[in-house]
């Protein structure tokens, strides 16, 4: 009778096919997954530059004819170098997993081996691809972290920038919602340097939201309005534009391995950003730490087995990640308060 572990050792169970498997886990969840904001982008190295020109743009004085022309200003040049994190979970197939299993023949029982792998793969990524949604999250907040808090990457240090805020006074009796509403969306069209975008996006905390969503411009906005997109009649959580802004709400939220609680968008907080940008977000993924994915286009998973232990009790299997999503533009991020 062939052997459990002797399994692994068929091509199903190598780092190709196995790294194909674990990247056809539909990734179901996250909103900022769901809404496509960051740009895959597959690097063959452990770090990423981005050379940032800082291009002048002024009025150009007149001067007589024939006279000298005013020097040209040329805008300055830098790089930033970003080294990407690497996220890795490991877990074991054991015998247990796979005993008592009636089969017919070893093919059955690849079958079976095969499943119970998948299955601990589709574990792995479900963790790893929330961890990846917490760091776009972070990205959009100015601040990369790591699962206990750490910063992994201050986009406001690095760029030497300090994040605009605009306060919307929800809670002040006769404010209106029309000049912050103004401010944002002037401020983010101005820091945009060149990029386009399709709409602003307002991501909103639940705290936000009910403060928002009940202020009495909105309700006299839509006082009258009749068609089925109604905020005073309708669940519009998931989006409804004002002021040319759409507005969502946001709950993601994550928890630690000590139990700690992590809000992606902090409590009676909103986060503005613009939609439909070419190049402003991107999500870099870089090679796995394997001989065979050494210098190659990185993927956003990978997995791969490791040697079975002395005994021959259980298989180790491993998954792992190396993400770094980017804001090259973080003056375009505006943080509502209230």
């Known amino acids: 009778m062939e052997h459990v572990l002797d399994i692994f ?65 040329r805008g300055s040049r830098n790089m930033r170098y970003f080294k990407l994190p690497h996220f890795a979970l490991e877990d074991n197939v054991t015998a247990d997993d796979v005993q008592n299993i009636r089969a017919f023949g070893s093919g059955s029982k690849l079958l079976a081996v095969a499943s119970k792998v998948l299955e601990v793969q589709m574990q792995m990524a479900r963790k790893l691809y929330l961890t990846m949604e917490f760091m776009k999250n972070g990205a959009l907040n100015g601040q990369i972290l790591d699962s206990d808090g750490t910063v992994i990457l201050d986009l406001w240090e690095l760029f030497g920038i300090t994040q605009k805020e605009v306060n919307f006074e929800l809670a002040v009796e006769g404010a209106n919602l029309i000049e912050p509403c103004l401010d944002v969306k002037e401020h983010v069209e101005l ?38 997109v109604n905020p005073l009649t309708s669940d519009v959580r998931s989006g409804f534009k004002h002021q040319d802004i759409l507005w969502r709400e946001y709950l993601g939220q994550a928890t630690t391995h000590d139990g700690t609680v992590r809000y992606f968008i902090p409590p009676n907080g909103c986060l503005f950003l613009p939609l439909g940008t070419f190049d402003t977000f991107e ?32 298989q180790p299997i491993e998954a792992q990640t190396n993400p770094l999503p980017i804001v090259k533009r973080p003056e375009v991020l505006v943080k509502g308060t209230f």
């Open 191 to 228: 820091h945009l340097k060149g990029e386009n975008m399709t709409e602003l996006l307002a991501l909103c905390s639940p705290g936000w939201w009910r403060k928002f969503i009940t202020h009495p411009d909105v309700a006299e906005a839509y006082k009258y309005y009749a068609h089925s």
């Open 9 to 73: 050792n068929n091509d199903a169970f190598n780092v190709v096919s196995m790294t194909s498997a674990i990247n056809k886990v539909p990734n179901t969840f996250g909103l900022l997954n769901q809404l496509g904001i960051f740009k895959p982008v597959p690097v063959d190295t452990t770090m990423v530059g981005i050379e940032i020109s800082e291009g002048v743009i002024n009025l150009v004085p007149s001067s007589e004819r024939g006279a000298p022309g005013t020097p040209n200003k």
């Open 283 to 314: 999500e870099n993924f870089g090679p796995a730490d394997y001989l065979e994915a050494a210098n190659t286009p990185g993927l956003p998973l990978y997995s791969k087995l490791g040697r079975p232990d002395k005994f021959g009790k259980g």
